[in-house]
């Protein structure tokens, strides 16, 4: 069942500068964490995402959320109920 | 008819990625069906699940003003667990401390929906 979303977000974790990977449901609990992503994490990413959606009402899409500091940047975006954050480091 | 083989299967199914046991139990607490780790720690799990549920269900209305209990998700030192009913019996599921919360409230309740026809067809028969 979680088979699927697991090899995904090992692939993800392939990528270039990223360091973590974290899924969320739409209540802000963890579907799957890898890297320096914590399930602590879970609630804020997922409230981020939500938040940000406010901000774009007239939009079906929900916007991608880019939080940056010195030594990580974070990509947050929704989709279909599931949130993804991704931890990179900045190139 | 209820088919042991193929609810146990059923369990099997979902005692995956880090699920350690999946066990359907009646509310009294006693056990119905498992899959996963030893058969004296599930009959244990089934009866602290119960009891757990029990205790949240008969002081729901005082607590939380609504009539329904639908789920309970606990976070352990050493894993984590979920209870749902299903018609009259509880599912729950106990997992590793790795598995996330919503992955297992995912699986308990897919595992839910789809039981929920043939049990509740056999709680109509046995009534």
Same mark, same amino acid.
């Given at each position: 069942m979680e088979s699927d979303l697991e090899s995904a977000v090992e692939e993800l974790m392939q =990528?270039?500068?990223?360091v973590g990977v974290i899924c969320t449901n739409q209540e802000g609990l963890a579907l799957t964490v890898d890297g320096s992503?914590? =399930?602590?994490h879970a609630g804020l990413v997922s409230g981020i995402a939500q938040e940000a959606r406010k901000l774009f009402p007239e939009i079906d899409l929900s916007p991608i959320v880019v939080l940056e500091s010195d030594t990580c940047n974070l990509l947050i975006r929704s989709h279909e109920g599931t949130t993804t954050g991704v931890f990179k480091v900045p190139s | 008819m209820l088919k042991p083989k193929v609810l146990t299967e059923l369990l099997a199914q979902e005692t995956?990625?880090?699920?350690m046991s999946t066990i359907l139990l009646k509310s009294n607490g006693s056990l119905l069906a498992f899959a996963g780790s030893g058969d004296k720690e599930a009959r244990v799990t089934a009866a602290i699940a119960s009891s757990i549920w029990t205790a949240y269900h008969s002081n729901i209305k005082q607590s939380f003003?609504?009539?329904?209990?639908n789920f309970v998700l606990m976070d352990c030192d050493d894993g984590k667990v979920a209870i749902t009913s299903i018609s009259d019996l509880l599912l729950c599921l106990h997992s590793k401390k790795s598995v996330g919360l919503g992955l297992l409230k995912t699986k308990t309740l897919a595992l839910a929906k789809y039981l929920e026809g043939p049990l509740s067809e056999l709680d109509h028969a046995v009534a």
């Open positions: =990528e270039r500068g990223v992503a914590s =399930e602590v | 995956t990625g880090g699920i003003h609504t009539e329904s209990l």
